[in-house]
């Protein structure tokens, strides 16, 4: 794209807007209550609709890696709450369930921190200088990075608490496997809203101009 990559100062004073747009963020477009991006956002998703992606000629290999990136974190995400279910009504015995959880919890947590980072710092600057128009949904999904980032230190801490507490009695077994299960349903919550919006903006604009053009091509 012309004007080259972004320079440290520029990603430097991208990230303090995006900073101030949080602190100004509106009640209704906070990722916890959140029902979908502000129509003004998806202008390019009523021109590139859902059931048009995957025959587009434009949906690259970089398109098409994010969004199995993407399902990734929905399947493995949706598996972890299932199986504290299963814990709980004793389908699995503790040890056999520390030694299935603990290392997915653990892929789940460090996948999806990176997948942000990579977004943050590249993909989310190219898309919004790109297309100007869409920068306010790229400060929202930035927000929504934030907002996830903690949810994901809170799935970390019960989480490992839950399984610390696998050699202890039933009860406290039962009460740590709560305790998670409520931080790790908040989390798919809020997780699966964001991943929605960001295909909705992102792969729209993709299909538009073409990776190639954008920058972020393979």
């Given at each position: 794209?012309?004007?080259?990559?972004?320079?440290?100062?520029?990603?430097?004073?991208?990230k303090g807007?995006?900073?101030?747009?949080?602190?100004?963020?509106?009640?209704?477009?906070?990722?916890?209550?959140?029902?979908?991006?502000?129509?003004?956002?998806?202008y390019l998703l009523r021109k590139y609709p859902r059931e048009s992606w995957t025959a587009h000629p434009n949906l690259g290999g970089m398109a098409q890696f994010w969004l199995q990136r993407h399902d990734m974190f929905r399947e493995l995400g949706?598996?972890?709450?299932?199986?504290?279910?299963?814990?709980?009504?004793?389908k699995l015995a503790p040890h056999d369930f520390a030694a299935w959880f603990a290392p997915r919890l653990r892929f789940f947590l460090q996948q999806l921190h990176g997948h942000h980072q990579i977004e943050d710092m590249h993909y989310f600057?190219?898309?919004?200088?790109a297309e100007t128009r869409l920068s306010r949904g790229f400060d929202l999904l930035d927000a929504d990075h934030h907002v996830i980032h903690?949810?994901?230190?809170?799935?970390?801490?019960?989480?490992?608490?839950?399984?610390?507490s696998l050699g202890a009695g039933r009860d406290r077994q039962l009460f740590a496997a709560d305790q998670y299960g409520q931080e790790n349903a908040a989390l798919l919550a809020m997780l699966l809203r964001h991943l929605e919006d960001e295909e909705d903006l992102i792969i729209p604009l993709i299909l538009d101009r073409g990776e190639d053009k954008l920058g972020v091509g393979a």
């Open positions: 794209m012309g004007g080259g990559p972004l320079r440290i100062q520029d990603h430097l004073i991208l807007f995006r900073e101030a747009m949080r602190a100004d963020l509106p009640e209704e477009l906070k990722l916890e209550i959140r029902k979908g991006l502000p129509p003004d956002l998806l949706g598996m972890l709450k299932t199986s504290i279910a299963d814990y709980r009504e004793g600057p190219v898309f919004s200088a903690g949810a994901l230190e809170r799935n970390a801490e019960t989480g490992s608490a839950f399984l610390q």
